[in-house]
């Protein structure tokens, strides 16, 4: 069996690249890796994700879409590959549903861990990791970054950034496995903590 990454954290904060670097290392040592990302991946999951940009559908409708992106992921990518021995690294999770959909967009919160619960189909995370940097250093990237706020306004955007932050003192966190909080804001480069992470050496 291969390996499920899952990387999770604000919008701006450098997830993408995270993903991006860390699939040319691990590929570098051997190791055979897919990238995917939520909402996307499949034909209805890229539907999906054009549909959850801000201010389109209803949140409690914007957490189905995602759970059927995920699931359409899971079944049609995710698994096979897993059971080929790949690593798969994920752009985004249950996390973000957490965030965006309960804690950003009022959705109810037993509803919203069933929806992830079920929407994972049973798999578990091996190694799930939370990026985040500091709420000032998040602003400057962000409005360095020519989408601004990618159509979310500030305040929610601030809201997005407690919501992770909340997502680290929940107690009922669907994720088994230990969960790793980097933040960007450590000069050690974050690939190579999440390297150390995946490869049991710290
Ligand atoms: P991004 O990953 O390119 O930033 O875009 C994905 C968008 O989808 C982002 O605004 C967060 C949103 N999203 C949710 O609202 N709920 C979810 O469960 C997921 C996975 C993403």
Same mark, same amino acid.
């Given at each position: 069996m291969g390996k499920f990454i899952t990387i999770d954290g604000p919008n701006g904060v450098g997830k993408t690249t995270l993903v991006f670097n860390l699939a040319n290392r691990l590929q570098e040592s051997g190791h055979s890796v897919i990238t995917v990302r939520e909402p996307g991946g499949t034909e209805l999951g890229e539907i999906m994700r054009e549909w959850v940009?801000?201010? =389109?559908?209803e949140p409690l409708s914007q957490a189905f879409m995602c759970a059927t992106s995920r699931v359409e992921a899971i079944a049609k990518i995710i698994r096979p590959a897993l059971a080929e021995g790949k690593w798969v690294i994920s752009d985004r999770s249950v996390a973000s549903t957490w965030v #965006?959909? #309960? #804690? =950003?967009?009022?959705?109810d919160r037993m509803a919203i861990e069933r929806i992830n619960l079920d929407s994972m189909l049973g798999l578990e995370v091996d190694y799930s990791v939370i990026l985040n940097v500091g709420l000032d250093a998040l602003r400057e990237r962000i409005a360095d970054d020519n989408r601004g706020y990618r159509g979310m306004s500030r305040r929610d955007m601030d809201r997005v950034y407690a919501g992770y932050i909340n997502w680290r003192g929940?107690?009922?966190? =669907?994720?088994?496995s230990e969960q790793r909080f980097l933040s960007c804001d450590d000069p050690m480069d974050v690939c190579e903590r999440v390297l150390q992470y995946v490869t049991g050496l710290k």
């Open positions: 940009k801000p201010g =389109l559908a #965006y959909q #309960y #804690y =950003l967009g009022g959705v929940d107690k009922s966190m =669907l994720i088994k």
